[in-house]
Structures are given as structure tokens and as C-alpha cells.
């Protein structure tokens, strides 16, 4: 209940607004204004009055300053982001939740209007959120090893024209780390049970005129398309798997063969013979 406070003594307290507990002429028993008298409610249900009558008004006016105070909107909006964010993330999560179909839709449509925006926005994102982005999907990555590995599989089974193209293109771009790959690859090798030579890898490749697995020949270099190329040192049963590092364990295959046997044994070496 409010207290009783008379406008004088409203007035002699530095108050806004006191309470007499007596009703206005449209019988709201509610506060008044100290300055005028006036009735809170009254002004209220004025205003709301207003509102309804200038609904067309109200929308230009509050375009008008959104237009006029774009960047201290936008500022607002993303402090009070970064306070909520949390509580914002769960209720975005709901939102796509509940409207799955509606946010296709409307997706497909603007995908169809205009992909290079889309393109363009999601490339802007990518890079504001890079390090961010990057980490969720190492982390999922982690969570759902057994799962990507699988997938990552199928894809390779299903797409290897587009997975020898993508590492021909790696190798290309990325000479330093493909001889990296090298070198943890003898690493492994060294580790591994068994043993092979240099002279097991030339008895093999003596032996060996056509890659294990396409049965074509080999090339000095590599296609443009990251096909055929010089022979590499295989394992059968990949090293990571337990395989050893021996004789019988090793067949001379294509780079890019190697890499569409799809069973996670792809090493991005440089092409050329491994233990050479
Ligand atoms: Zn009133
Ligand atoms: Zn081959």
C-alpha cells in the first residue's frame, strides 16, 4: 500500500509524485504528479489513447530515430548481448527449434535471390568469429571422434575425385607442412614393428611396375587433377591400425590411390618415395 503523502509535503521532500489515496475525476486511485497535480493513471491511459490513434505516426517517428541513432542502437543492442548472452544463446536455439521449416524457407528463397550476398555474409562471419569458429568444431570434433571418423570415411568413398583434388592442392600450397607430414610419417615408420629398407622399397618397387590398387603405371609426376604420380610406400594395414612396418605390410601404390583406399591411412607426403 502506498503511503499518504500530501502534495505539499511531496513538494517539501523533493518528490516527483504523492498519494492521497483519494480517486481522480475517472476514479484511479493512484499517484499524482507533484509538479501538476495531475493523475498518473490518467496519463497513462492518455498516452496509450495516443499511441493507438497514431500507430502510423509512432512507426515513422521510431524509424526516424532508429535511422538518426543507428550506431548507438547497435551498441546497446550488442552490450546488452554480451550481459545476456547465455540466456540470448538458449533463446535463439529455441527459436530456430520451434521455426526449423519457416528459417529453411526463408533461407532457400534468399539463397535462390541472391547467393553471392549470402556467400559474401557468410564469408564476413567466418572471419569475425574465425578463432571462435574454429575451436566449436575442433571441440565437436573431439566429442564426436568415432562419428567423424565415419563420416569422414564415407566422404572420402564417395567423393574421390574431389579429395584427390583438395590434397593435390594442398600439397601444392602447402609444401612446408607436406614435408612435415613426412616427417612424422618416418617417425611413425621407425616406431612401428618391423622393418623396411631402402632396399625393401627398391625390391618392392622392382617388383611393383603398376600402382596395388588403381593397377595403372606410375608417372614422374603428378596429373594436375592430383592423379597418378611416382610410387609411394603403402601399408596395407595402416601403421596408426597396428600395422607393421614390414616387407609383406607394404605395397607401391598412387599417392592419390592411397588416399581413395579411404581408410584413414592418407599421409600427405610430397609424392615421392617415402623411404628414398
Ligand atoms: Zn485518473
Ligand atoms: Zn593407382
Redesign the pocket.
Known amino acids: 500500500m502506498t503511503q499518504i503523502v500530501t502534495r505539499a509535503e511531496a513538494t517539501a521532500l523533493g518528490l516527483k509524485r504523492f498519494y492521497t489515496g483519494d480517486p481522480c475525476k475517472r476514479e484511479h486511485v493512484a499517484e499524482r504528479f507533484a509538479s501538476t497535480g495531475g493523475c498518473v493513471a490518467c496519463l497513462r491511459d492518455q498516452t496509450d489513447e495516443w499511441r493507438r490513434n497514431n500507430s502510423e505516426k509512432l512507426r515513422e517517428l521510431s524509424a526516424e530515430y532508429r535511422q538518426a541513432n543507428l550506431e548507438k542502437i547497435r551498441e546497446k543492442a550488442r552490450q546488452s548481448y554480451r550481459a545476456n548472452r547465455e540466456n540470448e544463446l538458449a533463446r535463439a536455439a529455441k527459436y530456430r527449434r520451434k521455426n526449423k521449416e519457416a528459417i529453411n524457407r526463408r533461407r532457400a528463397i534468399r539463397r535462390r535471390g541472391s547467393p553471392n550476398i549470402i556467400r559474401e555474409e557468410r564469408a564476413r562471419h567466418y572471419y569475425a568469429h574465425r578463432a571462435e569458429l574454429i575451436e566449436k568444431r575442433a571441440k565437436y570434433r573431439r566429442d564426436h571422434a568415432e562419428q567423424e571418423r565415419k563420416n569422414q570415411a564415407r566422404y572420402r568413398r564417395e567423393n574421390p575425385e574431389t579429395v584427390r583434388r583438395k590434397h593435390a592442392k594442398y600439397r601444392y600450397l602447402q609444401p612446408d607442412k607436406t614435408r612435415e607430414f613426412g616427417i612424422a610419417r618416418r617417425a611413425r615408420e621407425r616406431s612401428a614393428p618391423g622393418k623396411f629398407t631402402p632396399a625393401d622399397w627398391r625390391a618392392l618397387l622392382a617388383r611393383s611396375p603398376?600402382?596395388?590398387?588403381?593397377?595403372?603405371k606410375?608417372t614422374r609426376t603428378l596429373r594436375p587433377d592430383g592423379?597418378?604420380g611416382p610410387a609411394t610406400h603403402d601399408h596395407v594395414i595402416p601403421l596408426s591400425k597396428g600395422g607393421a612396418n614390414t616387407p609383406e605390410n607394404s605395397v607401391a601404390?598412387?599417392l592419390?590411390?592411397?588416399v581413395s583406399k579411404g581408410a584413414g591411412s592418407w599421409h600427405p607426403v610430397n609424392g615421392q618415395g617415402l623411404l628414398l
Open positions: 603398376v600402382c596395388y590398387y588403381c593397377k595403372k606410375f592423379t597418378l601404390a598412387h592419390s590411390c592411397n
